[in-house]
Nanobody
Framework: QVQLVESGGGLVQAGGSLRLSCVAS????????MGWFRQAPGAEREFVAA????????GYADSVKGRFTISRDNAKNTLYLQMNSLKPEDTAVYYC???????????????????WGQGTQVTVSS
């Protein structure tokens, strides 16, 4: 059974930092592309960042580029999202997601991911 468990969310002032973690189990983590998505109240879920299992290449939404950094530790089956210079508009529930092992293709669309975590709340106050 595949499980993704996020942690690290919380309340932070604008300009502050948070580090999210996502521990994966139940599949070969090193062969999955992993992504972070977020959903604000009343909004659709949106892509934030992803890291491919092929060479560790990364991609970011324009809104977070230069402020957020995605990384993975395959030895620990853990995905990270370092979030710096946080803004109130970053407030959302953040989800990690996993593609099927061996997946090759776009990492932006949420339909390419087949397992999701339960989410962790990030609130940025102004």
């Amino acid at each position: 059974q595949v499980q993704l468990v996020e942690s690290g969310g919380g309340l932070v002032q604008a300009g502050g930092s948070l580090r999210l973690s996502c521990v994966a189990s139940g599949r070969t983590f090193s062969r999955t592309t992993m992504g972070w998505f977020r959903q604000a109240p009343g909004a659709e879920r949106e892509f934030v960042a992803a890291v491919s299992w092929i060479g560790g290449s990364t991609g970011y939404a324009d809104s977070v580029k230069g402020r957020f950094t995605i990384s993975r530790d395959n030895a620990k089956n853990t995905l990270y999202l370092q979030m710096n210079s946080l803004k109130p508009e970053d407030t959302a529930v953040y989800y990690c997601a996993s593609t099927p092992p061996g997946y090759v293709g776009s990492y932006v669309g949420d339909r390419n991911y087949d397992y999701w975590g339960q989410g962790t709340q990030v609130t940025v106050s102004s």
